[in-house]
């Protein structure tokens, strides 16, 4: 993929991730890393998602120098950056302000597999991180070491929920099914006790999306 398919991929996802109720505003961050070299996309700071282009894309190294772009990136860089250090299997960030998964977020707890999607595609459970503030390498090494080796996303306490995957579509796959997760939970919770999936056949069930599903 070009560097201009990487820049448009992060324009793209800016307007689903507005359109889908997973942010509101200017809110939220978006980046993808171009695996061979190294480079990360991500979307600038402050700018409306339905305004900003692929030349408003600001393209990062490891250290977070900008190699491209006139915008100021992201508030997040430094989150985005510590992700892609721990996880070399993530080559896309989307940083969510939804309602559900922020809800849990605020009250410190976290978020089971208690649907089977959740389970295949995010992990057994995803973790509320230690609170810091916004903007901050405290933030994103306390984010790195929310989401672990496995898991796919984690809750930001009080701010709002982080997803990741082996690209874009993946990342906001997460996106969606751990809000629409964070629903059910909600309102399961309210009613009486969610019932669990065994860590046996969460293991299953990752094991058949990985190895069964789909066309081969």
């Given at each position: 993929?070009?560097?201009?398919?990487?820049?448009e991929?992060v324009?793209?996802?800016?307007v689903?991730?507005l359109?889908?109720?997973l942010?509101v505003?200017?809110?939220?961050n978006?980046?993808?890393?171009?695996?061979?070299?190294?480079?990360?996309?991500?979307?600038?700071?402050?700018?409306?998602?339905?305004?900003?282009?692929?030349?408003?894309?600001?393209v990062?190294?490891?250290?977070?120098?900008?190699?491209?772009?006139a915008?100021?990136?992201?508030?997040?860089?430094?989150t985005?950056?510590?992700?892609?250090?721990?996880?070399?299997?993530?080559?896309?960030?989307?940083?969510?302000?939804?309602i559900?998964?922020?809800?849990?977020?605020?009250?410190?707890?976290?978020l089971?597999?208690?649907?089977?999607?959740?389970?295949?595609?995010?992990?057994?459970?995803?973790i509320?991180?230690?609170?810091a503030?916004?903007?901050?390498?405290?933030?994103?090494?306390?984010?790195a070491?929310?989401?672990?080796?496995?898991r796919?996303?984690?809750l930001?306490?009080?701010?709002?929920?982080?997803?990741?995957?082996?690209d874009?579509?993946?990342a906001?796959t997460?996106?969606?099914?751990?809000?629409?997760?964070?629903q059910?939970?909600?309102?399961?919770?309210?009613?009486?006790?969610?019932q669990?999936i065994?860590?046996?056949?969460?293991?299953?069930?990752?094991?058949?999306?990985?190895?069964?599903?789909?066309?081969r």
């Amino acid at each position: 993929m070009t560097g201009k398919r990487y820049k448009e991929t992060v324009v793209a996802a800016g307007v689903t991730m507005l359109e889908e109720g997973l942010t509101v505003g200017t809110w939220g961050n978006i980046s993808v890393r171009d695996p061979e070299t190294g480079l990360v996309y991500i979307s600038p700071s402050g700018m409306d998602y339905r305004e900003i282009e692929p030349n408003d894309i600001v393209v990062l190294d490891n250290d977070l120098n900008i190699v491209d772009g006139a915008r100021v990136p992201s508030i997040e860089k430094e989150t985005h950056i510590a992700v892609y250090h721990s996880r070399p299997d993530v080559n896309a960030v989307v940083h969510t302000h939804p309602i559900y998964s922020t809800v849990l977020g605020v009250n410190g707890m976290d978020l089971p597999a208690i649907s089977e999607d959740f389970a295949q595609i995010v992990g057994d459970k995803i973790i509320c991180s230690i609170y810091a503030l916004p903007g901050t390498k405290e933030l994103g090494q306390n984010v790195a070491a929310g989401l672990g080796k496995e898991r796919n996303a984690v809750l930001l306490p009080n701010h709002g929920t982080l997803c990741v995957g082996e690209d874009m579509k993946t990342a906001l796959t997460v996106s969606h099914v751990v809000e629409k997760t964070a629903q059910i939970y909600i309102l399961a919770l309210s009613i009486g006790t969610p019932q669990l999936i065994s860590a046996e056949d969460i293991k299953a069930m990752q094991d058949y999306k990985k190895n069964k599903y789909g066309q081969r």
